[in-house]
């Protein structure tokens, strides 16, 4: 309804104390411009169910003004739908949001500044509410401290310093931002996986038969009856700052290598940034291990995967055969269940994974592989301190 207000606006400012964050470009204000590079998406889709253009005289129909891909796309201050009293706008988006640090995304509207104050503004209010599977919602906790004891008239301005967590809070081109942190814990809401946006109108009367209330119990006050097609909440546009398609952790590779004739290295692979991973390095008969190329000499090495990284086992020769025990064999191979050693004693057996995470130990001649998943594995075998590997395969 601005298109009208714009033409005949009278101002009946409500003074009050301040409580929550100012109006746009004052110092302390959450407004975000929609033109910040904190967006990186807008919602794609818009279901509006309209509401009455005045609550008590529903026979006078329904809001009308704009459709519902006016409140697609970029925040342009112009292209709005109408919500009317209580009416709801369902968004979604190409990617889910998420919850990142800060914000997670903003909604527009297009609320006028008394020219007189600066601190006031006509606001028309919503609540806004998010889903994870567009049926079950979770309201953000809204608050007003705007006074009830004498209607807001149509045409009256209020302080935008009274409201938080309520859409409308802030004049156009300026988006109210919503974090995802201020929700509580809900059953079947993934704070990661926001599909749905529900953005619904608050009914400003302080009729007690029509009023809506803030998450405190408080009847909020906002400029009301207002019975024009363009009648109550003027969405423009959602906001996207954290979503799934901008918030995918890079995967960077490590390669681990050696020289095959001295020895082995398990861990290879492609992993998540910041993934905390385990390099081992086995040296065969006649070798052991001395460092990594960068100086490293924990075997096995744990680090955090911030870079592609390439790390080489560096070996060296003990000059003598460490091994005596070369008829050692691993039975059966492949193997289902019981893996044993014949040919010869050993003091400890240790099998690792190929990405070099330690599965099984064993100080006897035989391990137990039942419960490990079918592929490929390294077995570490120990005699009178020296060592000997071998391959095996889990079936």
């Known amino acids: ?24 470009g004052q110092e302390g204000s959450t407004a975000i411009d929609a033109d910040d590079p904190l967006f990186v ?31 697609l796309g970029k925040a342009d201050d112009t292209l709005l739908v109408s919500l009317g009293d209580g009416g709801k706008a369902i968004l979604t988006f190409e ?35 998010v889903s994870s599977d567009g049926a079950n919602f979770v309201r953000f906790p809204a608050y007003s401290y ?8 149509t045409f009256a ?6 409201i938080h967590n309520l859409a409308g809070k802030y004049m156009p081109h300026y988006g109210t931002p919503f974090e995802l942190d201020d929700l509580p814990e809900t059953p079947g809401l993934d704070k990661d996986n926001i599909t749905h946006v529900r ?64 020895g082995e290295v398990v861990g290879e692979g492609d992993y998540l940034e910041g993934s905390n991973i385990t390099i081992t390095a086995i040296p065969r008969s006649g070798y052991r291990f001395k460092s990594w190329n960068d100086g490293v000499t924990d075997n096995p090495r744990l680090f955090t995967v911030m870079s592609d990284i390439t790390l080489i086992a560096l070996f060296e020769g003990t000059g003598v055969d460490e091994f005596g025990h070369r008829s050692l064999t691993l039975c059966p191979n492949p193997v289902r269940d019981l893996l044993s050693v014949q040919g010869g004693e050993v003091q400890s057996m240790c099998v690792y994974s190929v990405d070099g995470q330690l599965m099984k130990t ?10 490990l998943a079918p592929g490929l594995y390294l077995v570490r075998m120990v005699a009178e301190g020296k060592t000997m590997v071998k391959r095996i395969i889990k079936q």
């Open 95 to 129: 990617s889910p949001i998420c919850n990142g640090p800060g914000p997670d995304f903003a909604v527009f509207e297009n609320p006028l500044k008394w020219a007189v104050d600066t601190n006031l503004y006509f606001l028309e209010l919503a609540f806004v509410e």
């Open 157 to 162: 301005c209020t302080d935008p310093k009274m």
């Open 199 to 262: 953005i619904v109108d608050v009914v400003g009367c302080i009729n007690p038969e029509y009023a809506t209330y803030d998450c405190e119990g408080r009847i909020i006050n906002d400029p009301w009856p207002t019975p024009f097609n363009s009648s109550g909440f003027d969405l423009d546009a959602v906001g996207v700052i954290h979503d799934l398609a901008h918030s995918m952790t890079t995967t960077y590779h490590v390669t681990v290598t050696c020289n095959p004739e001295e």
């Open 362 to 371: 064993s100080e006897t001649l035989s391990v137990d592989l039942s419960d």
């Open 41 to 71: 998406a807008w919602a794609t889709g818009c279901t509006v169910e309209r509401g009455p253009m005045r609550i008590d005289k529903p026979q006078n129909g329904l809001a009308s003004y704009g459709v519902e891909a006016d409140a």
């Open 146 to 153: 705007i006074p009830t004891e004498t209607q807001v008239g």
């Open 1 to 24: 309804m601005k298109k009208l207000l714009s033409i005949f606006l009278v101002i009946l400012p409500l003074l009050s104390v301040a409580q929550f964050a100012p109006p746009a």
